[in-house]
């Protein structure tokens, strides 16, 4: 089994748990994104700056979101 290691765009919600940025399921008026507890949905990104680089294009005005590395296993 190999780990494989990647970097998500998250946030923190009102009660201290963590949301991942993913993909939305139907992307309409521009929204492209959304946040999910499941980090399973996140978008993965392969290095820190790839995802710092997405985050301060996609956000105009939001600046709450940080990164935080998760694993995959195959």
């Known amino acids: 089994m190999e ?3 990647f970097v ?3 946030m923190e919600d ?3 748990r963590t949301l991942y940025l993913k ?3 139907k992307p309409s008026k521009g929204v492209v994104c959304e ?3 499941n980090y399973d949905e996140a978008i993965y990104f ?3 700056s790839e995802a710092e680089k997405f985050a301060n294009n ?3 005005n939001f600046k ?3 990164l935080k590395d998760v694993y995959a296993r195959v």
Do not use: E, L, M, Q
């Open 58 to 60: 996609y956000f105009k």
């Open 3 to 5: 780990r494989y290691d």
């Open 8 to 10: 998500a765009i998250v």
């Open 64 to 66: 709450n979101w940080g």
């Open 14 to 16: 009102k009660k201290g």
């Open 46 to 48: 392969n290095c820190p």
């Open 35 to 37: 946040w999910t507890y």
């Open 23 to 25: 993909a939305s399921d």
